[in-house]
């Protein structure tokens, strides 16, 4: 059923779920840094192995903890409150795909063909609508500064099209470090990856490509300040059934951090 009232949306709140993290590692100021590899509330995930293709994903070890599904019953976003020992902005994502086994030493086109996302896109189809791609370090990285590209087809389902890093990739990146991969003009969304390069040797290491839509931003204006946003304040968007809630931090300054929060779902 549809939540059309604050009483209907109250009554339909899930309890809370933890989430504490310190991110060890030292973070760059502006670039994302994936929360899904560090212990705590969740726990760690460990890295994907389903290859190049990737494997669609409902669940996975170390994501958020989601609602079962319920027939009849939509899950909204009730509330997402946190604070960090630095400022910055935490993001919520659902993530549908992610893949392993790319060369990062190699600067030649390397073939993906991804496989199917789940129907989580924004409209809750397969078409990819909102459905970004980022790259997420899963074992420290050596001393090479790449550049990224990836030819994908968009929501549209216009194929050949080519996405580039938003941000080029830096020396010695930690387990975590993410990496967004920017769209084509008038584009909206990815249904599927065809291929992805490397300008340049990232001489060790090992990454994934992710599939995510964003869920929800919330701003960390100063440390140790907590912030929320709640079903009114960020427009109660909608999750899906089978979404694997995961965290990317964008921190404000050059520093390791700790950040604790709760996250609540509505599901009525």
Not at 30 to 39: I, K, N, T, V, W
Not at 248 to 254: E, G, K, M, Q, V
Request: hydrophobic share 45%; aromatic share 6%.
């Amino acid at each position: 059923m549809a939540i059309t009232t604050l009483d209907q949306l109250i009554a339909a709140m899930l309890p809370p779920a933890t989430i504490a993290k310190a991110a060890t590692p030292t973070l760059v100021a502006g670039r994302p840094h994936s929360l899904f590899y560090l212990a705590g509330s969740p726990g760690a995930a460990v890295a994907p192995t389903p290859g190049l293709a990737g494997a669609a994903l409902t669940s996975y070890a170390g994501q958020l903890p989601f609602p079962a599904a319920v027939s009849g019953r939509n899950v909204h976003l009730a509330r997402l409150s946190a604070q960090a020992t630095i400022a910055g902005s935490l993001v919520l994502c659902d993530r549908l795909w992610h893949n392993s086994g790319l060369s990062l030493t190699s600067t030649a086109a390397q073939t993906i063909n991804s496989v199917a996302w789940p129907a989580r896109d924004a409209n809750g189809a397969t078409d990819g609508e909102r459905v970004l791609i980022g790259l997420e370090v899963t074992s420290a990285t050596g001393s090479g500064t790449p550049a990224f590209s990836m030819s994908y087809t968009n929501s549209q389902g216009a194929a050949g099209r080519t996405g580039t890093g938003v941000l080029n990739g830096v020396a010695s990146s930690p387990i975590g470090a993410f990496y967004p991969l920017g769209l084509a003009a008038g584009d909206t969304g990815v249904r599927s990856v065809q291929s992805f390069s490397l300008s340049a040797s990232w001489t060790s290491g090992a990454a994934s490509l992710v599939a995510y839509r964003e869920i929800a931003r919330l701003e960390l204006t100063a440390a140790h300040v907590p912030s929320a946003i709640d079903a009114i304040t960020s427009g109660m968007p909608r999750l899906y059934d089978g979404s694997v809630p995961f965290l990317l931090f964008i921190p404000s300054a050059t520093t390791a951090s700790n950040i604790v929060g709760q996250v609540v779902f509505a599901q009525g």
